[in-house]
């Protein structure tokens, strides 16, 4: 079993991928080839974006669009401690501080409520992630970002496809970014990610930064970076294109077979209803998390913890805070595991990993149960 069966999507698209790859292959056009345009153009018109920048990495896209806000060394910016390094990595990068707001214990996405309070003078952005393939909770978010006159990037590297309240994740702040690594909902065969605005300024100030911060050629503008999404990768993304709705569908269908399974049996990341998921990840919450996830392993059943140490621990981020900062950030990463889970995962599969995740569960239970009495006889 797979974690992420990339084999058998490539299967399922073969022939569109490869002609896609020979397409550029046949023009030559590695860099800023025509493919670019047309993803850029297709990805905007699916989110409702007025502009769709692609670009190296996901983090390249959240390090440009920091660089396009003008965000400085001395700047603040708001984010979630829990979400892979990326998030915080690209404000430190650009001598800016990562300034932590703790999560929600339902969700694991930015807790709303705990923002206002972290925002000073030296604030300039806030930056929440839409974790696991749920948007946060923008419509808060975005109202404190308002108040204070700050823009928001969501981080959606997870969450491209996903719904929220009628809007796609990507265009529900003043930036959306997201990620094409090969394991994202919909992923290249290399790297690449895109920046989505409807702002005219910042999306020309974003094209110029990716190539260098030229206006046009050698003419340099704004300081910039190498951050350009090869042609080929854009090919490769177009072709996906073409049954990621599919693939959205089945990756719910999944997800409700295991929430049939588990729910009421084992702890669940919870949904709200006014959003979607596009389920990069169906991750549940353990309190024996390494006992169950080697009794999965012995079953040669994939898993994977997304993330194991928050951000604010980290070594080289742990100055920037107070350990204890960041209680429920802390309690959810020694307790989330994500299973298997992709569009070509079968019914049986679902199957075979929740009964055996509940067989460890219940022995966990009835040790407990058993342990109970014992200490009341003593």
Avoid at 10 to 33: C, F, K, P, T, W
């Amino acid at each position: 079993m797979e974690f992420i069966d990339l084999k058998a999507q490539y299967q399922a698209s073969r022939e569109l991928i490869n002609g896609r790859i020979q397409a550029v292959l046949d023009h030559g056009q590695y860099i800023m080839g025509p493919e670019v345009a047309e993803l850029e153009g297709r990805l905007a018109a699916y989110t409702g974006a007025a502009h769709c920048i692609t670009v190296a990495s996901g983090t390249e896209a959240l390090i440009i669009s920091l660089m396009a806000l003008g965000i400085a060394p001395g700047d603040e910016v708001i984010t979630t401690p829990f979400s892979f390094i990326a998030t915080a990595e690209a404000i430190v990068l650009l001598g800016a501080k990562p300034v932590f707001a703790d999560i929600d214990v339902a969700t694991c996405n930015l807790d709303p409520t705990l923002i206002e309070a972290k925002i000073t003078p030296r604030t300039k952005a806030i930056m929440p992630v839409s974790l696991y393939g749920q948007a946060a909770d923008m419509v808060a978010i975005n109202a404190i970002a308002t108040r204070h006159k700050l823009p928001v990037i969501e981080d959606a590297a997870q969450s491209f496809g996903s719904v929220y309240r009628g809007k796609r994740s990507c265009n529900l702040s003043t930036i959306g970014c997201t990620s094409f690594f090969p394991s994202k909902p919909l992923g290249c065969y290399g790297d690449g990610g895109a920046i989505f605005t409807s702002d005219d300024e910042l999306a020309q100030a974003m094209r110029e930064i990716r190539v260098h911060g030229q206006s046009r050629r050698y003419v340099h503008t704004r300081i910039g970076v190498g951050g350009r999404m090869d042609t080929l990768q854009c090919a490769i993304v177009l072709a996906k294109l073409e049954r990621f709705e599919w693939e959205l569908v089945q990756r719910n269908q999944v997800a409700a077979a295991y929430d049939a399974l588990l729910s009421g049996r084992c702890g669940l990341v919870s949904r709200r209803r006014d959003r979607s998921s596009a389920f990069a990840q169906y991750t549940v919450v353990l309190e024996q998390r390494e006992r169950v996830q080697a009794a999965l392993h012995a079953a040669h059943i994939p898993t994977a913890v997304h993330y194991p140490v928050p951000m604010h621990l980290q070594p080289a981020y742990a100055h920037l805070c107070a350990a204890d900062q960041c209680p429920v950030a802390e309690r959810m990463a020694a307790r989330v595991m994500s299973l298997p889970m992709g569009p070509y995962l079968s019914q049986l599969d679902v199957r075979e990993v929740a009964a055996t995740l509940l067989k460890e569960v219940d022995g966990i239970e009835e040790e407990a149960a058993h342990r109970i009495p014992a200490a009341n006889a003593a």
